[in-house]
């Protein structure tokens, strides 16, 4: 009697202490977003900052994007066959309700990109509705039926409940069966993530941190007032562990669901680290997935080469293959990024993607700058892998890896090729074009110069450059203000703040989960949208919503050496599009033969392949005069370069779904034939370059 009623008190207590404390933390978070959004409420200029920016926003709406007018029915035969095969694991279920796929709606049924939340809704309503009326009235059958087994055998309600759960889900015991329905559904999983994204932030973890102490503080009173009110079964059980501790130390039984044993397929050189880092993210409730995740959840075939620069630096060269294809397409990210940013917008909505479905051999670039330190020296210093600038990308970086896409295509292509057939270039048996953003479109231009200078081949047919870098005194004054402070404080910043990243596990965490909690705030995310957009001179780009994406989490995440801000720095001061300045007459003629720096821009007349330049009218961060600085260059130098200007920002050319943008770089793809050839630049022009 006085053990119940202790347990009744500390249940009541207990109880009452999570209400009260849930809701003083809730409290406060309405105060502090309730103060966000009236501080957000007087700041001038938030409507055209927080434009078109969705799920975080103080409005939210859903709305999926249209399908591509050059996809062909809106989906590849690709998706069609994932399609497919998520139908027939899903007809393997049998409908108890009666109803079919046809509820379904019609611009729903082929896999779409993740943001699109009315297909998410579509689906996931309706499923769920049939699931939760079937089982009701399953589990109301089998009660019913199951009353005089009870009765007589008495069976624990748990048995046929688990049964039921296990039966629900698999309706077959063919194992192979099973496998491919859950490969579907893992296809499709990833397709929807985005709108069902239940990573937990900061303020979620300590809900959970603050629930856990409590339970474990009661969990201690109540088992402390049992020993305490029935002390004869608290020496009973304590003699009872000690004498089953002691039988069985150093035995391990064999069929005991609690040992856990490390399994892993022959290609795994060692399981157990993959197993440790997707163990870890799952606790931590974090997006810990990489470009080979979003890849292969979505169906789509994956490669990963590693390439080593002519400086030790170990480059990852991702690749979605199509190896008979004489059509392949080089993606390079920019600034703070990696290739993630060309498939994170799902099947619909990425380049990468979109490029595959037209059948072009898909290569995805990573610029050296990983907090990682990817290098073949294992033991190299902070100092010393950061100790790099554009230069490196342009001459280092971009050589190893189209070099290695060079040597890869040419090697699959001449294996399978006919013996009685004959290419129209045997030297390059394919045609390689390039989509870079940002700072990869500046390193791409430095890459084709100086291999002109060089007389290398380039092995490129084509580029279409997303805001490129290069031209910068047209710029915020935020942008000013870092490049005086690098030129003046170089000697100072460069030792004590060699790259800048985050370089702890629990800081990269924090900020991942913390871009998480600005979702779940509107008021607050925008509040810090609004503040980081002016800073940035007013680019409504969605800041907050991509240090949320899964490349910026615990295990990785991009950087930026200081010698690429310093780089950046002299561009926008010299007012020319130029490669690094070393400091002095001296290393300047060690490296390129003269005084100064080349000038990049001065020799445009170089490219000899077609070159598109893409600007964003709303593009704070490279301001489209200086895309149209790049164009007016090169006509002027004779290249065959074409303008395109769309109303995005900075960000919007990568990490936005945007139909119009993905048609325009289609089309441009599409001009490139595996047989034509490039077009030559008139011998005069070119051997007068050299001659300067």
Known sequence: MMQRLVDNFLAVTKESVKTVTYESLSNILRLINGLSALLLAILPGKANILEGIHGWELKPTFRGPKLPRWMEDGVSSFNHFIHELDYDSASSVDYSSGDDIDEYDDDCIYPATPLSARCHISRASSFTKRERSRAHWIISILK????PLRLILWIPVYVYKAIFHRGARIHTTNPRRVQTSHAAKKALDHVVQRATDRRRGVIEDLHLGIEIFIETIFDGIHHAARCLLSPLDSLRMLLRWSSSSSSGSGKIPRNDPGVSVVTSTLADPDPTVTEKKSTLSTRLNIDARTCRDVITELGYPYE??????SDGYVLLLERIPRRDSKKAVYLQHGVFDSSMCWVSNGVVGSPAFAAFDQGYDVFLGNFRGLVSREHVDKKISSRKYWRYSINEHGTKDLPALIGKIHQVKTSELKSSAK???????????YKLCAICHSLGGAAILMYIITRRVEKIPHRLSRLILLS???FHHDSPFFFTVIEYSCLWLAPILAPLFPGLYIPTRFFRMLVNKLARDLHNYPAVGGLVQTLVSYVIGGDCSNWVGVMGLPHYNMNDMPGVAFGVALHLAQMKHARKFVMFDYGSRAANMLVYGAPKPLDLGEHYNLIDIPVDLVAGMKDKVILPSMIRKHYKTMKEAGVDASYKQFEYAHLDFTF??????????????LQVAPGSKPKAMKLKRIETSLAK
């Open 419 to 429: 013996p009685d057939t004959e290419e129209p270039n045997p030297e390059q048996p």
């Open 656 to 669: 936005s779904h945007r139909e119009e943008l993905l048609e325009y770089v289609m089309s441009r793809l």
């Open 468 to 470: 490129p870098a290069g």
């Open 304 to 309: 990963a080469i590693n390439v080593v620069t």
């Open 144 to 147: 019913f039926l199951l009353i």
